[in-house]
């Protein structure tokens, strides 16, 4: 066993969560609240549980965590049906069981020194940016000032609300946000193609680099990237960093078979100071520093 699996012994459950709430939204997309208490009051932003969606479907499916309440033991995914598993899983209703390993993998780790963190999220790669940002909002409070910037060509998991928190950079149009982000003090924008109002046209990328262009020196030497979302959108944010001189983590979401370092079903090539190395994506990541995957 590698060190990497040492540092996640007794700290990775295996139990039987509980269903507390279901919601669908448009596109076959769901947010699930389950009762797992263990994994809660573990879970880091950039965790992720590997579900059994239902015993007869083979193979468990890896979502990350979007938020946890230690306090309360639940936590809550979002997830996009793709095929047979998540549909299964999104036929499961309140008081249902539902198995689950985690938290898994290696978390965001934010600067003491940043108080401007950009925070990118696109489609499915959202939940993660939600927890880091609740995260910064609880433990750092006004020290840190987050922004929270979504892309989805789907209608959003929620329901956008105009935003009373300004962000420079898009223009005063692009107003939309999201009320969990306004609930706690975090400044967050919208991006589609797809033309819903209030939202940035383009990408989520090009919105965040409106708002950086926007920014003065000293507010750009405050900044660092955390981003989670397809890989088109993983490599342009890498490239945002590279052009702005920032700091930038990425939450890889790679195929996965056995999810606790296993079976090596999950390995890419990193670049590292002494060239290049394979590491799993499930307990070496799926967080990485951009510049580890995404060389100049
Ligand atoms: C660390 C991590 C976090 C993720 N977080 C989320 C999330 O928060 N919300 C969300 O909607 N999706 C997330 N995904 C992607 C999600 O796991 C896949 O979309 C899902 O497994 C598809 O399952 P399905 O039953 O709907 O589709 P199926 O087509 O039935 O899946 C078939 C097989 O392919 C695998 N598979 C298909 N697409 C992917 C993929 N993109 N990544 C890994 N395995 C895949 C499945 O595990 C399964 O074995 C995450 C993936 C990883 C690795
Ligand atoms: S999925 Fe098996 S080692 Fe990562």
Redesign the pocket.
Known sequence: MSGGDQEHRGTIFVDDAVVLSQEEYPGQQYVTRLHAPRCAASALPGS?AHVC?DPAVP?R????I?RASAEEGWIE???????????HLSSRRSGDSVSIIGPI?NPFVASRKKSRPMLIGGG?GI?PMIFLAERMAADDGAAKQPLVLMGSELPFPFQPEKSALPVTGPGKQVNQGMPLMESIGVASRLASLSGFSGCYKGFVTELARACLQAMSTEELAEVEIFACGPEPMLAASASLARDFDLACQICL????ACAVGGCAGCTVEIQTENGPAMKR?CVDG?VFDARSIYAA
Not at 61 to 64: N, Q
Not at 78 to 87: A, N
């Open positions: 992720f969606c193979m499916r890896p979502l990350s979007m995914l979002l997830y996009k049906v793709i095929g047979d598993g998540l549909r993998g499915v939940p979401e790679e195929f996965m994506v799926p």
